[in-house]
């Protein structure tokens, strides 16, 4: 098991722990470090990224003609399962692309994670300057890993990146913007609709949304703050190539509570009361015509 951890670090932690003291070399702030190595990761994923954003449109956009399949082969599971891996590759689509994407972006972004905690915990210098390259400078105090940006508009507000937001302003932006890039990358639904199963599950899709989103504000409220940067930054840009790809997705479409304001299929009963009492009369005139006059 030390063996793989060692070799996970050599390969991702550490490359990526001196890629991100280099920038805070040059750049000298901790909180602009994160946030460029955070383009630069997304930047070699996102030929990745657009692949699997473009695959997922396309197979929402099959959705009419799987659902039909499994009508039609409803009884047959082996024929439904080889129709649908026809249309598949018929379209061009790859369902094992998800898992590669996740192969390759789980390290990647693990690696960043482990990284940015070997900084905001270091217990000294020496262990800083121990993972860094030999050919590459030395520290001869601790990064400052204070985020200094809203001391433009006061001296006293800065956030310190190695411990939990006290001001949780990160927390709530990270759990803001995972919503939104999660309703995003939901379809628009059929808002129109009468059936009020659909809007049922319009209504639990928004809901379920609020669980990762609770989750992602939970986790951020206790980990130190420099992750909490990092995630939002990592959600910002993911979202700019699903906007160019899929476009706003549902996260402007607000579920349906009720229907009251769809006709009814059936008129009310006071209607066909007087209707029919109408019909009867008239009935009846026309049998004696000599009455009423």
């Known amino acids: 098991m030390s063996f793989l951890v060692a070799l996970f670090n050599t ?7 001196n890629a991100l003291m280099v920038l805070y070399f040059l750049l000298g702030d901790f909180g602009l470090a994160i946030v460029v190595l955070t383009c630069v990761v997304s930047l070699l994923l996102l030929p990745l990224t657009i692949r699997q954003l473009r695959q997922a449109k396309a197979m929402r956009a099959l959705q009419p003609q799987i659902t039909a399949i499994r ?12 129709a649908i891996q026809a249309l598949y590759q018929e379209h061009g689509i790859h369902r094992s692309l998800s898992l590669l994407s996740l192969l390759i972006q789980a390290p990647i972004y ?3 994670y482990l990284a940015l905690n070997t900084v905001l915990y270091a217990p000294s210098v020496e262990a800083i300057n121990r993972i860094m390259y030999p050919f590459l400078f030395h520290f001869s105090t601790l990064p400052n890993t ?9 001296a006293s507000w800065h956030i310190s990146l190695g411990i939990a937001d006290p001001t949780h302003l990160l927390p709530l932006l990270t759990g803001l913007v995972t919503f939104a890039q999660m309703r995003m990358a939901q379809p628009i639904s059929l808002t ?18 609020l669980i990762p ?12 703050a420099g992750i909490a940067l990092y995630r939002f930054v990592s959600l ?3 979202m700019l190539p699903q906007y160019f790809t899929t476009g706003w997705g549902s996260l402007w479409v607000f579920p349906v509570v009720g229907y009251a304001n769809t006709a009814p299929s059936h008129p009310p ?16 005139r026309r049998k004696h015509p000599g009455k009423g006059r």
């Open 11 to 17: 390969v991702f932690t550490y490359p990526i722990f």
């Open 71 to 82: 009508q039609r082969d409803a009884t047959d599971q082996h024929a439904q399962t080889q």
């Open 110 to 112: 693990s690696g960043l």
């Open 146 to 154: 204070n985020l200094m940006w809203l001391t433009i508009l006061n």
């Open 192 to 209: 129109e609709t009468r059936d009020a199963l659909t809007h049922l599950s319009q209504s639990m899709q928004f809901l379920l949304l």
């Open 213 to 224: 989103v609770g989750i992602t504000i939970v986790i951020a409220w206790q980990f130190a």
């Open 236 to 238: 910002i840009l993911t």
């Open 269 to 284: 009963l006071a209607s066909k009361t007087k209707r029919r009492h109408t019909s009867s009369s008239s009935h009846r």
